[in-house]
């Protein structure tokens, strides 16, 4: 089975967790392409001192020295790079020019004839033309327990919310947000990890749910979870005040 995975150009998690998946993917899968976008950790498109302003002003001075330090580290380190990655396994790189939904940058994912898309970090909204593209769909990788947490920074929010459990959904994607059917879902303890730690653990189980979810559809054993949208929460990208109440309640970044 033929796999694209779309992502963008993420420098902090994501190299390793895709060498994860490359290395445990069933044998009867494979990804051919890697669409890369621009990283854009806050849901739109910002200049790079547009996304440095922001983390400031939100998250404050500790954060702030935290990300940058893992940033330039990510810049020194050659082989937590995406690309490097995906050169070091013979996976094409797909640069898109245009939106990820315009008739060029259809054709261009077209042209690997994909039997299935994967959407990992991806920060554009599909439209009809990407999702339904692949003859086995395209999914899409969120961590968070659908329905509740759709949109943004999940881990940030469970946490602020005091939850006791999160977890993992890995849904076919549609034209609503976060919005489809679930194929697979991981539900864990949030215990005592720091935002950061569950960022890593949740990423690293998605990859995993990924995994579950290929052999599924390989199999065609694919046993649909209700995303049910009355019992939704949705959230965005939490302000100052969000950040003061996080921190009030004793949660921790790293």
């Not at 554009?124 to 949109?151: D, M, S, V, W």
Request: hydrophobic share 40%; with cysteine; proline share 4%.
């Amino acid at each position: 089975m033929r796999i694209v995975i779309i992502t963008q150009n993420e420098p902090f998690y994501l190299a390793e967790n895709l060498r994860f998946l490359i290395n445990k993917l069933p044998e009867h899968s494979e990804i051919v392409a890697c669409v890369v976008n621009e990283a854009s950790p806050f849901g739109k498109k910002e200049t790079f001192f547009q996304k440095i302003k922001k983390t400031y002003n939100v998250f404050g001075f500790r954060f702030f020295i935290h990300y940058a330090l893992k940033f330039l580290k990510s810049k020194i380190d050659v082989s937590n790079k995406v690309n490097y990655v995906l050169k070091k396994n013979n996976i094409p790189l797909i640069s898109l020019e245009n939106n990820i939904n315009h008739k060029n940058s259809v054709k261009e994912i077209n042209a690997y004839k994909p039997d299935l898309l994967i959407s990992i970090l991806g920060n554009q909204i599909f439209k009809e033309q990407i999702f339904n593209l692949a003859p086995k769909g395209c999914l899409n990788l969120h961590t968070a327990l659908l329905p509740k947490y759709r949109g943004l920074m999940p881990t940030f929010w469970v946490l602020k919310n005091n939850e006791k459990f999160t977890g993992i959904s890995v849904f076919y994607v549609d034209s609503g947000i976060d919005n489809g059917p679930i194929l697979v879902q991981e539900k864990i303890e949030i215990k005592n990890r720091t935002q950061e730690q569950l960022i890593i653990d949740t990423k690293k189980i998605g990859m995993e749910c990924i995994i579950k979810s290929v052999d599924k559809i390989y199999r065609d054993d694919i046993k649909l979870i209700e995303n049910d949208a009355s019992k939704k929460t949705y959230y965005s990208f939490p302000t100052k005040k969000d950040v003061e109440i996080f921190k009030s309640l004793g949660k921790k970044f790293f």
